[in-house]
């Protein structure tokens, strides 16, 4: 899911405080290296993107102890029943059944939603910490595992997934003080490490490596910022993949600890001020009072963000509260320190829509400077220059009282557009929208040009404009695929630009924008060994979705294959929060289409930010059923085109994803064969009470009112399990195969969404009826000490998506080849 964390690069990617190389764990694309994010400029917006990252997941940059909640398989798991393997499967031949273990209906939980009665028997699976979940959750594992045990090409993914996963990675590096740093990875590192270096082709030594911080890799690095004069790095640990942070610095001269630890921090970006002697970040109050909590398994709702000023050196105790809005304790903020030192900007955000209020304060305003509220009750005296949720603004850069915005304000796909903050009644556009084309983003270079990222079609476009009056001064050469990185300050005359595609690893740009003609170099290429791009083809169609809209859509495969309608074949999609899937590289995906044959494919559906707002409105709220209605045609185009069969075809997605699969199932169980729910959001009716789900009612509505609980109680993917040959078409099909994925310390979409809906289509497909047609298995793999996504370390990546991979390929017929 989504949490708005300050999406001032690459829209719909999480910007926490810092340049960040992203690793994707399968849910915002089916990616192993995601699209990296702008450089480490502090964030201007907070944000409350949730659905995705599986949010947007910082893995390479951080780019998230056990809990009792989950226990593990045993060491020598009992055998459950089990037909042979030949029996399993979409593609089986005779009715295999699993001996599914029983789970208790509660039938006396019956909510009434508006005159409706709505039974929840399994409300007590909200429970993290009762007996029967974890009871109920190990046996869950158990049976996941004796299947997972019969898929044989389990070890064969395994194996070829860490072999080409065993490559070197880099970040694009950035300057703070006299110094350079960059994310390296030696490849099968479980997090990636910091480095700093005197100049770019100096040695670079270490400054920080979260793999020395656990022995199995859990604890990540999930946001970080370095002083203006390079002194002092602060940065934020997760451990298990929960998105609760604790904030540390060090010095980095050095390289030694300071005291100061800030605890109970999320959805929160670093900002330091210039004079170096602290920086502002976001908080919630503890979730718990007295005792021990394990950290992101807790599902108590997350409200009163605080915005705080830390001073280097202090206790937490001592920090200065610097705005809150408890009338609001929805309410999400964020507050960084604008390039030239001289303003706080504050960002408020209500959900995760692209709409934000903003605030700003002058610091040489302050006759006292921030220390002098620290024994003040008042709160640092922001004038509001936009105090409405009407449209989102992002600072791109300002020239004293004179700022340059990027803005959806009456442009759904952005323009830029420019105010003196002393005269706020007239703005002027600078760069307006273009007619087709979404303005993603725009950075300030080389002191009065602009560097402007347009996505079109799903590919992205670079120019250099004039930042006075936003006339194109050069377009840059660029092939078709994603800008993932951009490391850049106004100062720059070189910037950095990191890009990536379905086959291209990466490439880290070095741009030098002095010339008339900018000169573009590569700097650093990733390299896959027994990767060949030259065996694959990558093309995009654009697919006729229900009600007639284009639907774009990539399909990646061997070169030159037969459309007779034979292939295995994987469809992702996404389709919420105007986050957009953009081409970018995959270890997995490479190793299904090699030793597999697979065709995959990424949909680019409605609810998106791939055409801008318009697109994203097109599939929310009571537009959702747009979403389910691109998805499905989608496939049905693989199988017209003759790439795959519905036998043939598996589906996945996470997060906001996840919901897409479990709702494509329910609506066309006939259409798929195989379906990977990750970390999903599944009951519909109360997402709204657990950790931040309250944010994602912006995108889905809350049952909580009438109108918006008529929409939601049409595809909630818990409610609305259906045996397929009971109904009145006569169709007697039944379910695909089915995995639901979920993790321990999932604090964003929490496990009681996955484990509520694993029981009740194993009730009402499987177990209440003798005369059950349902043989393909239904699953559930849940992880340990994991979480929404982010931070995962690489084995556990690696061991996900065997595990998956594996199940898929069983249940379709896939064949390994060597």
Known sequence: MAVNMGRRGRMGRDITGGGSFLKDCGLIGPTDCQPMVKSPTPSLQPAMLLLLRKSVPLRFFSRRPLNPFFLPPPSRPRRLPLLPRAAMGSVAGDAARLAYPTARRDDSVVDDYHGVQIPDPYRWLEDPDSEETKEFVAKQAELAETVLAGCLDRENLRREVTRLFDHPRHGAPFRRGNKYFHFHNSGLQAQSVLYMQDHLDGEAEVLLDPNTLSKDGTIALSTYSISEDGKYIAYGLSESGSDWVSIHVMSVADKQPMPDKLSWVKFSSISWTHDGKGFFYGRYPAPREGGE??????????????IYYHVLGSDQSEDILCWKDPEHPKYTFGA????DGQYIILGTYDGCDPVNKLYYC????????IEGFRESEEMLPFVKLIDNFDAQYQVVANDGDEFTFLTNKNAPRNKLVRVNIKNPELWTDVLPEHEKDVLESADAVNNNQLLVCYMSDVKHILQIRDISTGNLIHQLPLEIGSVSEISCRREDKEVFIGFTSFLSPGIIYRCNLAPTIPEMKMFREISVPGFDRTSFQVKQVFVSSKDGAKIPMFIMSKKDINLDGSHPTLLYGYGGFNISITPSFSVGRVVLCKNMGFVVC?????????????????????????????????????????????????IEGGSNGGLLVAASINQRPDLFGCALAHVG???MLR??????????????????KEEEFQWLIKYSPLHNVRRPWEQSSGDHSQYPATMLLTADHDDRVVPLHSLKLLATLQHVLCTSTEDSLQTNPIIGRIDRKSGHGAGRPTQKMIDEAADRYSFMAKMLGAQWTE
């Open 293 to 306: 909590l394990d950290a992101g398994t807790e599902t108590n709702i997350n409200l009163n963000h605080q």
């Open 336 to 339: 960084s320190v604008t390039e």
């Open 362 to 369: 002058k610091i040489a305003s302050l006759p006292r400077g």
């Open 602 to 650: 990424v949909a680019n559906i409605r609810g998106g930010g791939e055409y801008g707002e318009d697109w994203h409105k097109a599939g929310a709220l009571a537009m959702k059923q747009n979403c389910f209605d691109d998805f499905a045609a989608c496939a049905e185009f693989l199988i017209s085109g003759g790439y795959t069969s519905s036998r043939r075809l598996c």
């Open 681 to 683: 959001v599944m009951d």
């Open 687 to 704: 997402f709204h009470k657990f950790t931040i789900g309250h944010a994602w009612t912006t995108d889905y509505g809350c049952s909580d």
